[in-house]
């Protein structure tokens, strides 16, 4: 199995020999998901070395000056189309073109579905996957498999996947009838191969019957423009699917991911069923995504007249035409009640999309938001008082990082952590148009909005890959990351809730941080629960001149408890990055 394990003393990379490889961000303020503290960070090698003031540094670091701004963990995308063959078109942002607008928007990570044709195996077209990506991401990339059918060979393939390649997710998908649908004895089987593997289903929840037939009517009736997409798949066929997937999962006692939540309805069933459906540590094992395009428009029939236009907002679920919906699904995200933002990014060009005239069902279903993802969120949610940049840090990288196994290597910023980090001017503005985007797709569905909230640099393992807003990415840069089975955070882990000292308030909310243990100080390495707050723990001592006060220790302590440092830690069952010695 190829899983990249992070140590200290491994070869530097040619692209890092240089002073590249050591950056100090100064004077920024740095936002975690429970944090936001005055404080600078110092990386080496691609991880964060040291957070604190006065930080003594080697010679020839480079120094970027984070004055008034913030210093944000990377966006995390857990949903991305690249190159995706689909609806008889390929998306044209490909893992190149994907991943550098990706970074040209503040997201340092990605993780895309392997979408296998019903009689092709999982790992045959997870190693066609990785071979397209590995040669072109310029971010790091993860990587769920779509389950289509179900067979003896399915089940086994999952095992491999899970225990040898670094997958621990699994999508199946309710609608797409003939082409990707599960029926229920599918869906329940593949959820229950999950359970046993400790593995994380993730459903498309829409009745594919339903659509289908809906479809029929429709186009017998004369309607085969686009608005005929949406009222073939209402609030109520997104809902009724969203419901009986999670029924399915309380059957089989396994968790649940719900993509791409896109109406009002759905959403409060997700927030019902999450209060019903718990793990081991009476936590909620039951998520929701949300999209960028959720939040970020709706379907505006006095705007979309033109059939361009229209068509090229088509995505499944679709954009639903109650203007409302977008704040109302910022507030679930507020509330805890939605858990991630993703873009589903599958981006066909206007001609592409042409192949639908006449019929709506040939449309070839996906938009764009990779990279404008962090912004449009920044603006609907921080900018309009609905989320806090804690928050915000929360829905677009934490809680992605913690669903998917591989926090706190990514999802925050700490000591140890991978050195992807966004410094974020709050106060710059700038106009999206699908002219000056770096997207493959020559259409943006958020075209001239206005987003307050730019990326002015961009860390992708330490390498600097937006410089002053210029992207300098480098093709090949980004690794492939081993999401782990068994997430603390999707499964529950009885020690970890017991000692949860946290006092904050998390309304009905599974995400509410647990006590985090530290290593003795003298330590070099520290262990850490994945589903904690922040760590923030090692100091960096070998570079600390004698004398000097160490500031890190003080100014962002994580526990309540001023004698954790002196407990024993909790072993980490799955550490991020796998089972790394050393790191930790
Ligand atoms: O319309 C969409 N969402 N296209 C991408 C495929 C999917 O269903 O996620
Ligand atoms: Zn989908
Ligand atoms: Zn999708």
Known sequence: ?????????????????????????????????????????????????????????????????????????????????????????????????????????????????????????????????????????????????????????????????????????????????????????????????????????MVHAENGDIVHENSIRLLKSGINGPDGHALSRSEDVETEALNRACTIANQVGSPLYIVHIMSKPAAD???????????????????????????????????????????????????????????????????????????????????????????????????????????????KGVVSGLLSPCKFVEITSTNTAKIFNIFPRKGCIAVGSDADIVVWNPNAKRTISSKTHHQAVDYNIFEGMEVHGVPEYVLVGGRVCLDEGNLKVVQGHGKFIPTPPHADFVYGNENVNEESNDQQDYPQDNLKPTALKISPASSVTSEISNCSKSPMIHTGRAMRMEGQRDLQSSSFSISSDSNDVKKSSIRVRNPPGGQSKGFW
């Open 269 to 379: 069933a997700l927030k019902k069923h999450r209060n019903e459906q718990i793990n081991r540590c009476g936590k909620s094992n039951i998520f929701g995504e949300t999209l960028a395009a959720a939040v970020g428009t709706y379907w505006d029939k006095n705007k979309l007249t033109c059939w361009n236009d229209a068509a090229a907002h088509i995505l499944s679920p679709p954009l639903r035409n109650d203007p409302y919906t977008p704040t109302y699904l910022l507030e679930m995200l507020a509330n805890g009640n939605l858990q991630t933002t993703g873009s589903d990014n599958a981006t066909f060009s206007s001609e592409q999309k042409a192949i639908g005239k006449g019929d709506f069902t040939k449309i070839p279903n996906g938009v764009n938001g990779v990279e404008d993802r962090m912004s449009v969120i920044w603006e």
């Open 1 to 201: 199995m190829e899983i990249p394990v992070p140590n200290p003393v491994k070869k530097v990379p040619i692209h890092l020999q240089s002073s590249q490889n050591r950056v100090l961000i100064k004077n920024g303020k740095l936002v975690n998901h429970d944090t936001m503290v005055d404080n600078d960070i110092f990386i080496e090698d691609g991880i964060v070395k040291m957070i604190g003031r006065n930080l003594v540094i080697p010679g020839g670091t480079r120094v970027i000056d984070a004055s008034s701004m913030l210093v944000l963990p990377g966006g995390i995308d857990p949903h991305t189309h690249f190159e995706l063959e689909f609806m008889g078109a390929i998306s044209v942002d490909d893992f190149y073109q994907g991943t550098k607008a990706a970074i040209a928007g503040g997201t340092t990570m990605i993780i895309d579905f392997v979408l296998p044709n019903k009689d092709e195996s999982l790992i045959d077209t997870y190693q066609k996957w990785r071979s397209r990506a590995t040669n072109k991401v310029c971010c790091d990339y993860g990587l769920h498999v779509a389950v289509t059918s179900w067979s003896k060979q399915t089940k086994q393939e999952m095992e491999e996947l899970c225990n040898k390649h670094g997958v621990n997710s699994f999508k199946v998908f309710m609608a797409y009838k003939g082409v990707f649908m599960l029926n229920d004895s599918e869906l329940y089987n593949t959820f229950e191969a999950c359970k046993e593997l400790g593995a994380l289903p």
